[in-house]
């Protein structure tokens, strides 16, 4: 026993289970010849007493080490390392044969071009300074919780259906969870069949496209619009008519007018708030809007990708919760209530668009995260998730005012820009430099920001960009200001 207690050394501090700290002890020894083939090991009670650990903790050593095929338990005489050690013996090449470099390039030939190219995110130094384009605090998010009922969804034997294969909808319990939560705070008269879980709104967008859209097929968006639902759109081989879009957002004249020369099959729409330009959809052209989807028969979807974060007072209520005929696609997501990278999202929509987006999800992701849904799902249910939404909204409501105040004082009238009601961002016209120039300079100042490039449409270069406010706190701010102004 002084063995063992020689060379199995617990740290109770260290990072690893103490339970991994013996099993990697012990197949150390083996791999060492210390401990042969065969040898017998001390029962769970002895070593545990001769370690001062629990016993629980050698029970799960030792299960560990007889599902990786170290050790062997024999009925009534004990536990001892198996006779055929698993390990891989490495076979000597008579002739090391030649290394061949692996190809750069496919033999055969791929259309890159023919699906566009979405702009790649830039990952920067976690310590950089980033005005982005208008995202949540990461540092804010109740990571804690989250993990806590990831745990428990591991654990709890209540749970185990949902490790294994689910429905493409999604979880039903998730699925319920939010049809109550939208119905409630948003208005939505719906019910778990309405409710579609993605991952992300990215994912509604596209299936959305996807079941919808034909080549040829004409859809309308904004001038200018969120440019990956106008890529997904302009994929499927559909055309695409830009509308124009002032301060109260689409202008719905114009896409009356499209309506009379063309037959539309789907309108894009970001009521609130649009992206890039930020602005609000005001209640009497969200009823135009829904009377043209009725009488030309056209799919709406409204992109509602950050409700929650209204300012000056209460959100709208979206286009769906007035959608008497089945005209709107609507779709959330928890990117920006959370994460981005908690990757859920969500479709609500009469229960046969329901039923042919989830087959069509089929083909290419046959489920979501089944153990992530249910944590959500419980995190909707013990309030977490309106308690951090009632937090952030007051603190980024705090942020968007001095990061707003700080472009007033510091770059005058070199920047235009309105207060936005909502959002994590404001869409910032640079007056009289060329922002490509501006955000370079900025670059070897310390400053992250974007050049303004993925906004502009065509042939339309807005020299504008959405400066992320949500994301950094007050000091950080004063500090990107302040690099900003000196960069022009
Ligand atoms: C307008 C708009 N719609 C959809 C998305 C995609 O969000 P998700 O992360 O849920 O896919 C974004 C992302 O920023 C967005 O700005």
């Given at each position: 026993?002084?063995?063992?207690k020689d060379?199995?050394?617990?740290?109770?501090?260290a990072?690893?289970?103490?339970?991994?700290?013996?099993?990697?002890?012990?197949?150390?020894?083996i791999?060492?010849?210390q401990l042969?083939?065969?040898?017998?090991?001390?029962?769970s009670r002895?070593l545990?007493?001769?370690?001062?650990?629990?016993?629980?903790?050698?029970?799960?050593?030792?299960?560990?080490?007889?599902a990786?095929?170290w050790?062997e338990?024999?009925?009534?005489?004990?536990?001892?390392?198996?006779?055929?050690?698993?390990e891989?013996?490495?076979?000597?090449l008579k002739?090391p044969?030649?290394?061949?470099?692996?190809p750069?390039?496919?033999?055969?030939?791929?259309q890159e071009?023919?699906?566009?190219?979405f702009?790649?995110a830039?990952?920067?130094?976690?310590?950089?300074?980033?005005?982005n384009?208008?995202?949540?605090?990461?540092r804010?998010?109740p990571?804690?919780s989250?993990?806590r009922?990831?745990r428990s969804?591991?654990?709890?034997?209540?749970?185990?259906?949902y490790?294994?294969?689910?429905?493409p909808?999604g979880?039903?319990y998730?699925?319920?969870?939010l049809?109550?939560?939208?119905?409630?705070?948003?208005?939505?008269p719906?019910?778990?069949?309405n409710?579609?879980?993605?991952?992300?709104?990215?994912?509604?967008i596209?299936?959305t496209?996807q079941?919808?859209?034909?080549?040829?097929?004409?859809?309308?968006v904004g001038?200018?619009s969120?440019?990956a639902?106008?890529?997904i759109c302009?994929?499927?081989g559909?055309?695409?008519?830009?509308?124009?879009?002032?301060e109260?957002?689409i202008?719905?004249d114009?896409?009356?007018?499209l309506?009379?020369?063309k037959?539309?099959r789907?309108?894009?729409v970001?009521?609130?708030h649009?992206?890039?330009?930020?602005?609000t959809l005001p209640p009497e052209?969200?009823i135009?809007?829904?009377?043209?989807?009725?009488?030309y028969?056209?799919?709406?979807?409204?992109d509602?990708?950050?409700y929650?974060?209204h300012?000056?007072?209460n959100p709208?209520?979206?286009?769906?919760?007035?959608?008497?005929?089945?005209?709107?696609i609507?779709i959330?997501?928890?990117s920006k209530?959370?994460?981005?990278?908690?990757?859920?999202?969500?479709?609500?929509?009469?229960?046969?668009?329901i039923?042919?987006v989830?087959?069509?999800?089929m083909?290419?992701?046959r489920?979501?995260?089944?153990?992530?849904?249910?944590?959500i799902a419980?995190?909707?249910?013990?309030?977490?998730?309106?308690?951090h939404?009632r937090?952030?909204?007051?603190?980024?409501r705090?942020?968007?005012?001095?990061?707003?105040?700080?472009?007033t004082?510091?770059?005058?009238?070199r920047?235009?820009?309105?207060?936005?009601?909502?959002?994590?961002?404001?869409?910032?016209?640079f007056?009289?430099?060329?922002?490509?120039?501006?955000?370079?300079?900025?670059?070897?100042k310390?400053?992250?920001?974007?050049d303004?490039?993925r906004y502009?449409?065509?042939?339309?270069?807005?020299?504008?960009?959405?400066?992320?406010?949500?994301?950094l706190n007050?000091?950080?701010?004063?500090?990107?200001?302040e690099?900003?102004?000196s960069?022009?």
């Amino acid at each position: 026993m002084l063995l063992f207690k020689d060379f199995i050394q617990i740290d109770k501090d260290a990072d690893t289970a103490i339970y991994l700290q013996v099993v990697n002890a012990l197949i150390q020894q083996i791999r060492r010849g210390q401990l042969r083939s065969g040898s017998k090991l001390p029962g769970s009670r002895e070593l545990a007493e001769a370690l001062s650990i629990h016993r629980k903790t050698i029970v799960a050593a030792y299960d560990e080490l007889m599902a990786q095929g170290w050790i062997e338990m024999i009925p009534r005489k004990g536990t001892f390392v198996v006779q055929d050690l698993p390990e891989i013996k490495p076979k000597k090449l008579k002739q090391p044969e030649p290394v061949l470099p692996y190809p750069s390039q496919t033999i055969f030939t791929i259309q890159e071009n023919r699906l566009g190219s979405f702009p790649v995110a830039v990952i920067p130094d976690p310590k950089a300074l980033v005005i982005n384009d208008g995202f949540p605090d990461t540092r804010l998010v109740p990571t804690e919780s989250l993990l806590r009922e990831l745990r428990s969804v591991g654990r709890q034997t209540a749970f185990r259906q949902y490790h294994m294969y689910g429905n493409p909808e999604g979880t039903d319990y998730l699925r319920e969870t939010l049809a109550n939560f939208l119905r409630e705070t948003r208005g939505l008269p719906i019910s778990a069949a309405n409710a579609m879980i993605t991952r992300g709104a990215q994912m509604g967008i596209y299936l959305t496209a996807q079941l919808l859209l034909k080549p040829g097929d004409q859809v309308v968006v904004g001038e200018s619009s969120y440019f990956a639902a106008t890529l997904i759109c302009q994929q499927t081989g559909a055309q695409i008519n830009r509308v124009p879009v002032d301060e109260y957002g689409i202008d719905v004249d114009s896409v009356e007018q499209l309506c009379k020369k063309k037959r539309i099959r789907l309108l894009y729409v970001i009521p609130h708030h649009h992206h890039p330009t930020t602005v609000t959809l005001p209640p009497e052209r969200r009823i135009r809007l829904l009377e043209l989807a009725a009488t030309y028969k056209f799919a709406i979807i409204e992109d509602d990708y950050d409700y929650d974060f209204h300012y000056t007072s209460n959100p709208i209520q979206p286009m769906t919760s007035l959608d008497h005929h089945g005209s709107v696609i609507y779709i959330g997501t928890l990117s920006k209530t959370l994460v981005p990278a908690i990757r859920v999202g969500f479709i609500v929509a009469p229960e046969n668009f329901i039923q042919a987006v989830a087959n069509l999800r089929m083909a290419i992701d046959r489920q979501g995260d089944s153990m992530m849904e249910i944590a959500i799902a419980e995190l909707y249910q013990n309030g977490t998730i309106s308690r951090h939404i009632r937090k952030v909204v007051n603190l980024y409501r705090e942020r968007r005012d001095h990061f707003c105040a700080l472009m007033t004082d510091q770059l005058g009238d070199r920047v235009s820009f309105k207060i936005p009601d909502g959002g994590m961002a404001v869409w910032t016209k640079f007056t009289d430099s060329d922002l490509r120039q501006v955000s370079a300079k900025a670059a070897t100042k310390g400053l992250i920001m974007s050049d303004g490039q993925r906004y502009n449409t065509g042939s339309i270069n807005y020299n504008a960009a959405r400066l992320g406010f949500a994301s950094l706190n007050l000091a950080e701010q004063d500090r990107a200001i302040e690099i900003m102004a000196s960069c022009f």
